[in-house]
Structures are given as structure tokens and as C-alpha cells.
């Protein structure tokens, strides 16, 4: 046993110090990123806000909305063959989705039905709660081999010597988060976990060095989060419950004492387990709950918020673009960041 002495952050210890700016307006700011990734070699270019692989966010009519703005979604591992035949609008989408996948064999054999069916998709995401086991590393390697002119997406783990692995594996970019979503409860459940400012910064440092990228999977409450996720350096941002809620989640909606919510769960809960695999096994137990969310209505209006709250973030240090954004960043810590008197 050891412990670990240097203290590591989350997003809500810490703020942008602001700093001297040429900029006039938040309209100014670019949002946009172009990369070209590691062994796919494929070039993308949008607004690298991802929408989560989570019932009620990773589904095809989020997808929609969210490619308009040249933002990316990951599908559910339950849009299989027969799912996206029944969307028409796939191939005018199609830049801007990812196809997510387990690591048993018929999630090997699924994927590989739907991408023969869907050949023009580029991204896999290769999605696990636990990404530091043997058998994830050999799953990548063999997508990698299969699929080489793909963009791999892996995870999730939360250190740098892991997210150097799953590389090497062949992975374009690592998800970087355990623990931190709002629905998830693995770090109650299981103790385990690490906070996520600190695991973006040496996550991304780590792929970085090796020319790969990575993803901030989980811990956003609000636009502020999201923009110090870029500030640490991810070159993506992947969000679940700030995009729940919505009439594009197509999730169930509940009506109680004149207000309406929208069922938002994890992918782990006891929930999503019976809805999709018949249920918990004995030897596993449920990391994640099930919540009501406050029904948002139209999620254009949420994604105006975010990328209007990242603007004004780079506005106040300085950053002209989203991709200078980290570059001009300054963290101070704190141990209050937002007046809640008249917060319900």
C-alpha cells in the first residue's frame, strides 16, 4: 500500500485567472479544430464537443442537432444494423457519429456487420467502464488490425501511463474520465476514481507526446466546466447529462405536480442493465443511478449555451480560438467558485 501525497484537482477547484485581451467580441472567437489523427490518418474538422454514448444523449436524433454544429455523437452500443437502416438521414450525418462498441465477441461481430453495412463511418468508439485490463488493450489492437484506416476512440481510464498503452494498442484517442458523470456512482461503489482536471492534463500530456488525442468524458455540470476542460488540455469533450432532458433523447417523460421530467441513467445503472441485458448478474452490482431530469425542451438552445459560455471563457483570457485556448490558460485554485444564495 502507498498513498500518493501531490494533490490533484477537480473542476470545481479551480477558475481561469483573466487576462488582457485583443478581442472585442465573443463572436470573434473560432470554435473550430481541425486534427488529423494518429493511424487513421483521417482529418476531421467541427467543434470538438462530443454528446455521450448514454440512453437519451448518444441517439441518432441528437446526432442531427449536434452535426449542424459540427459537434460529434456517440451512438449507443444498441444502434446496431437494423436501427440505423431505419434512419434515412445517415449519410448526411455520417462525419459526425461514432459507433460504439463492448469488447465481447459479439460486440466484434456486431460491429463489424454494421460497418460493412455503413462502411463510409469513421469513428469506433470502443467504450468500457474499466479500461486498465489486458483483455481491453488485445480488443483494441485486433479493431485496430481490422479496421486500420478508422479513428479509434478507447476508454475510459484516467493516467498517463494507461492512456500511453491504449495508444500503443492503437487507439487515435483515449477517454479520459472514471467516475466523475453525474449519474455514475463507480467511485461509491467501488472507492476507485481520480479527479478529472488533474486526469485531463496528464492524460492529454501523455497521448499528446505520442501524436494521439483525447476526450474529457464526464464531470461537466456547466459551460464554465467545459471550457476549463479545454483550458487542461483535451482536445475533445464528451457531455451526458447536460445534454439530457431533451425532446431529441427521445427519453421518458414524466409528469408530476405540473412539471415535467425526462428519466436520465447511467450506462451501469440497474436501469440500463435490465433494459438491455436482461439484468445484473450475481456477481456484479449496479455503478450508476437513475435520476429525473428537468425537461429542457429543444436542445439547439442548450448547445447555444455552451458554446456562448466557451466563447466568453476565451474572451477573458485572451484566446482567439478554441485551439489557443490552453495555450493562454492560467488556473488559479479556490475553494468557492459561485454564490448560490438564490440557487433553489
Not at 492529454?204 to 487542461?232: R, S
Request: glycine share 10%; proline share 2%.
Amino acid at each position: 500500500m502507498r498513498i500518493e501525497e501531490e494533490l490533484k484537482l477537480d473542476y470545481s477547484d479551480v477558475l481561469f485567472r483573466p487576462k488582457r485581451s485583443t478581442l472585442s467580441s465573443r463572436k470573434e472567437v473560432d470554435l473550430h479544430r481541425t486534427y488529423k489523427f494518429k493511424y487513421s490518418k483521417n482529418e476531421w474538422t467541427g467543434i470538438p464537443i462530443m454528446a455521450a454514448n448514454m440512453d437519451g444523449v448518444g441517439e441518432l436524433g441528437v446526432a442531427e442537432n449536434l452535426s449542424e454544429f459540427n459537434m460529434i455523437t456517440s451512438l449507443t452500443k444498441q444502434h446496431d444494423v437494423k436501427k440505423l437502416k431505419q434512419y434515412k438521414n445517415l449519410k448526411s450525418i455520417y462525419k459526425n457519429i461514432a459507433l460504439s462498441t463492448g469488447i465481447k465477441k459479439e460486440d466484434f461481430e456486431q460491429l463489424g456487420k454494421a460497418l460493412k453495412e455503413f462502411s463510409f463511418i469513421g469513428f469506433i468508439c470502443v467504450d468500457v467502464a474499466n479500461g486498465y485490463s489486458e483483455r481491453f488493450s488485445s480488443f483494441i489492437k485486433a479493431v485496430r488490425e481490422k479496421y486500420p484506416t478508422k479513428t479509434i476512440i478507447a476508454g475510459n481510464v484516467v493516467t498517463a501511463d494507461m492512456t500511453q498503452e491504449l495508444v500503443l494498442s492503437g487507439a487515435d484517442i483515449v477517454k479520459v474520465g472514471i467516475g466523475p458523470g453525474s449519474v455514475c456512482t463507480t467511485r461509491i461503489q467501488t472507492g476507485v476514481g481520480y479527479p478529472q482536471l488533474s486526469a485531463v492534463m496528464e492524460c492529454a500530456d501523455a497521448a499528446h507526446g505520442l501524436g494521439a488525442h483525447i476526450i474529457a468524458d464526464g464531470g461537466c455540470t456547466c459551460p464554465g466546466d467545459v471550457a476549463k476542460a479545454f483550458g487542461a488540455g483535451a482536445d475533445f469533450t464528451m457531455l451526458g447529462g447536460m445534454f439530457a432532458g431533451h425532446d431529441e433523447g427521445r427519453g421518458k417523460l414524466i409528469k408530476d405536480k405540473g412539471k415535467k421530467y425526462i428519466e436520465f441513467y447511467g450506462s451501469s445503472s440497474l436501469v440500463a442493465n435490465k433494459k438491455h441485458y436482461g439484468g445484473l448478474s450475481d456477481y456484479r452490482s449496479s455503478e450508476g443511478r437513475t435520476v429525473r431530469v428537468k425537461y429542457r425542451g429543444k436542445i439547439k438552445d442548450t448547445i447555444l449555451d455552451i458554446l456562448g459560455g466557451i466563447r466568453s471563457s476565451c474572451t477573458y483570457v485572451g484566446a482567439p480560438s478554441l485551439k489557443q485556448l490552453s495555450k493562454c490558460t492560467t488556473f488559479v485554485r479556490v475553494t468557492n467558485q459561485f454564490n448560490k444564495t438564490f440557487v433553489e
